[in-house]
């Protein structure tokens, strides 16, 4: 009796295996602990060199607000997004894995809780009564 036939069905199982491992990576079932905590500091600098912070993220979200009801121009505000989702990314590690790179700011951040909010952390703010509203792209399981 020849082993190929043997190994030849074993590759596809492993294939497969290794296929849906993947595909479930990052994600969790309902009611699971959270596999993940971030930084929640930067790791890039900003263009006046400093570290982002909770306070500088805030900013930036409310300047991306602004933008956004000024009626800037698109390409203007796609490009300050573009900038503003790598710095989150970076400000989440090890837990870059949330965000995507067609994910919106309206998608990682409460943005209808900007004026409630007194700080920013990863995906979420920190609002003045102390509680935090997190965003829709942050996993269930770790809010």
């Given at each position: ?57 805030l ?6 607000r ?71 792209a ?6």
């Open positions: 009796m020849s082993s190929f036939p043997r190994s030849a069905a074993v590759v596809p199982s492993i294939a497969f295996v290794l296929a849906t491992l993947a595909a479930c990576k990052g994600s969790s079932p309902d009611g699971a602990a959270c596999s993940c905590a971030p930084g929640n500091i930067s790791h890039t600098r900003q263009r006046d060199g400093s570290y982002m912070d909770g306070s500088a993220l900013d930036r979200l409310r300047r991306h602004n933008d956004v009801a000024q009626h800037r121009t698109p390409r203007d505000i796609k490009v300050a997004d573009d900038e503003l989702r790598l710095a989150i990314l970076s400000y989440c590690e090890p837990c870059g894995d949330w965000i995507n790179d067609r994910m919106t700011i309206e998608e990682m951040f409460p943005l209808a809780r900007l004026d409630d909010a007194s700080d920013a952390v990863c995906l979420g703010l920190v609002l003045r009564d102390g509680t935090t509203a997190y965003g829709e942050r996993p269930p399981a770790c809010r």
